[in-house]
């Protein structure tokens, strides 16, 4: 379990996270869209193409004033890093066969008031043949949206859209989210297969 919410962070967890804001703020980020974020949300970190993502996306939830959680290896949480790791917002999730870790992540979701979960749907910075479904799993079970954010590393802009209810219907859903990227990141060709996916390009055009 983590520590209470009341307990100060550590000075390293403070100075950490000082430095991470203080290193997305000297490369020159811009974030061109700020939409409401949820106090309880899945946030998409999208698209994943360099480890400097994950500064982005805390920079981006600092701006806004969004504290981002992230989910961890279970063995991540053991002493000395315990403390320090839960401070800088992860949640620990047993990856064995015999967990289910959506089913963990929804019943943590629901015994928090304020929990902004940041998730890759993509799992891995290299080539992919299809987003995840974990994140949409979570959300629909835990009752709450899906936040699209985006960060353009070439171009050294990002942005938070707007909330995303799920109904459900993982295909309709996730049309939604992808026609959403597909507006602010039209050509960015690691996205083509979320577009591809969701039914708006075909494999032709992905591949164009």
């Not at 980020?29 to 996306?57: K, M, Q, Y």
């Not at 967990?99 to 749907?121: G, H, S």
């Given at each position: 379990m983590p520590p209470s919410t009341i307990q100060r962070p550590t000075l390293?967890?403070?100075?950490?996270?000082?430095?991470?804001?203080?290193?997305?703020?000297?490369?020159?980020?811009?974030?061109?869209?700020?939409?409401?974020?949820p106090r309880r949300c899945i946030i998409l970190g999208v698209p994943h193409t360099s480890n400097w993502d994950f500064v982005f996306f805390l920079g981006a939830t600092h701006e806004v004033s969004?504290?981002?959680?992230?989910?961890?290896?279970?063995?991540?949480f053991r002493w000395p890093l315990t403390?320090?790791?839960?401070?800088?917002?992860?949640?620990?999730?047993?990856?064995?066969?015999?967990?289910?870790?959506?089913d963990q992540v929804i019943a943590e979701m629901a015994r928090r008031d304020e929990l902004a979960l940041v998730i890759a749907p993509e799992g891995t910075r290299g080539d992919i043949t299809a987003w995840r479904s974990g994140f949409y799993h979570i959300a629909h079970g835990a009752g709450v949206p899906v936040v699209p954010a985006w960060v353009d590393n070439a171009k050294m802009k990002g942005g938070i859209g707007p909330a995303i209810p799920t109904t459900g219907d993982f295909d309709a859903d996730l049309a939604k989210i992808a026609a959403y990227y597909r507006s602010v990141m039209p050509d960015h060709p690691k996205l083509a297969v979320l577009y591809r996916q969701a039914g708006l390009i075909g494999a032709e055009e992905s591949h164009a």
């Amino acid at each position: 379990m983590p520590p209470s919410t009341i307990q100060r962070p550590t000075l390293l967890s403070r100075l950490v996270k000082a430095l991470l804001v203080a290193l997305y703020r000297w490369k020159g980020w811009n974030l061109v869209e700020t939409a409401p974020v949820p106090r309880r949300c899945i946030i998409l970190g999208v698209p994943h193409t360099s480890n400097w993502d994950f500064v982005f996306f805390l920079g981006a939830t600092h701006e806004v004033s969004i504290n981002p959680s992230f989910m961890g290896k279970l063995s991540l949480f053991r002493w000395p890093l315990t403390r320090f790791m839960f401070d800088m917002g992860g949640i620990p999730v047993d990856r064995s066969k015999r967990a289910n870790y959506v089913d963990q992540v929804i019943a943590e979701m629901a015994r928090r008031d304020e929990l902004a979960l940041v998730i890759a749907p993509e799992g891995t910075r290299g080539d992919i043949t299809a987003w995840r479904s974990g994140f949409y799993h979570i959300a629909h079970g835990a009752g709450v949206p899906v936040v699209p954010a985006w960060v353009d590393n070439a171009k050294m802009k990002g942005g938070i859209g707007p909330a995303i209810p799920t109904t459900g219907d993982f295909d309709a859903d996730l049309a939604k989210i992808a026609a959403y990227y597909r507006s602010v990141m039209p050509d960015h060709p690691k996205l083509a297969v979320l577009y591809r996916q969701a039914g708006l390009i075909g494999a032709e055009e992905s591949h164009a």
